[in-house]
């Protein structure tokens, strides 16, 4: 955007739209590797915008092509705690062959701009850098500073984006007391008279786990009792199988308690097939904070048909609830037997916060300016996001990043799926709640 753009009046629901597209088509998918194809040249596209509207943005690169953007706007009163907003600008790999338009090509159709990323999350990332240039623009500071963050590697776990920053470069962060970011401030419609906006204030904790056997090598002709394959593949199939006990926490049961209200109904936390039922497409988002996981995701052994290998690996996904990690170990430690041997990947805490405070009115006050059917209640999230990085430096952390979506819409199924898209409509909607939001906060 340009200074005759400005003039002539461009806003934030202006280019949003565009802003979205030209991340989606900057590949920034994470391998889970050293690689990052991408995330300098995203980061690099953000630090350009920023500086067109006299920002002065900072690129960290943690490692060859791994780099993440930050930036602080002065608010009117820099003695308030400050605000953090930070989004990830990697993306998970997708398969052009499965989608119905190209996953980074950014295509706008049937009212939705489609591609990888377009939920999880350059949507936000388009967002804020919409409400960041807008205000800068027209001269309106913010409340309070803001930093802003974009940030490399969140699809495997952080270490090279949020990690990084926390653990070398905290002073980024001086004086902030919470943050937003993916993963809530969402519509879910009961009905045309009320719609609720799921803000997350928990986010299960996770065990990415290697188990490793170790057999007798040998001829694949021979009878062979000690046979690494075997004796994982039992294993592998017992947790994969194993259903955890129900755990309502905190945020759960607010959840249930605003959700049966909203329904006229009381919801049974002993009955959670029948409270899924109710829930449309935000049930898989729901039903995995209800328990803990652990979802077998990589087998590998052997080199030769004719081989019986002296060794077998598999990878584990290992979620847990907050205040339910040394259960959920005990359960996969009894499940695996005692010739597994187990060892941590990667591994983070479980969040859990508070639905109340001022931060969390602001959210109230800008969803219902912008839609008077809405009510913001809290909820868990099932996987896990750069939150916890933050929350080591005492940020407070909420998943707000708001989106009015039609009813029809199976926005659980677009992370991580195929055909990931978002509606245009809740692009600018998401701008308009996030500039209130801001001079509320």
Known sequence: MTDTDTAKGVSGEDEVVDLCRELIRIDTSNYGDHSGPGERKAAEYVAEKLAEVGLEPEIYESHPGRASTVARIAGEDPSRPALLIHGHLDVVPANAGDWTHHPFSGEVTDGCVWGRGAVDMKDMDAMTLAVVRDRL????????????????????????????LVDHHPELFEGVTEGISEVGGFSFTISEQRRLYMIQTAEKGMHWMKLTVAGTAGHGSMIHRDNAITELSEAVARVGRHEFPVRVTKTTRAFLDELGDALGIELDPDDMETTLTRLGGIAKLIGATLRNTANPTQLNAGYKVNVIPGEATAHIDGRFLPGHEEEFLADIDRLLGPHV????????????????????????????????????????????????????????????????????LDFAGMFHGVDERVPVDGLKFGV??????????
């Open 137 to 164: 623009r027209s001269g309106r500071r913010p409340p309070r500073d803001v930093v802003v963050a974009f940030l490399a590697d969140e699809e495997a776990g952080g270490t090279y984006g949020a990690r990084y």
């Open 341 to 408: 041997r187990r060892e941590d990947v990667h591994h983070d805490k479980a969040l859990e916060t508070t639905f109340d405070g001022a931060t969390v009115a602001a959210m109230q006050s800008a969803l219902l300016a912008e839609d008077p059917t809405a009510k913001a209640i809290p909820y868990m999230l099932s996987g896990g996001t750069d939150a916890k990085s933050f929350d080591d430096l005492g940020i407070r952390g909420f998943g707000f990043a708001p989106l009015k979506l039609p009813p029809e």
């Open 432 to 441: 308009r709640v996030l500039d209130r939001f801001l001079d509320a906060s």
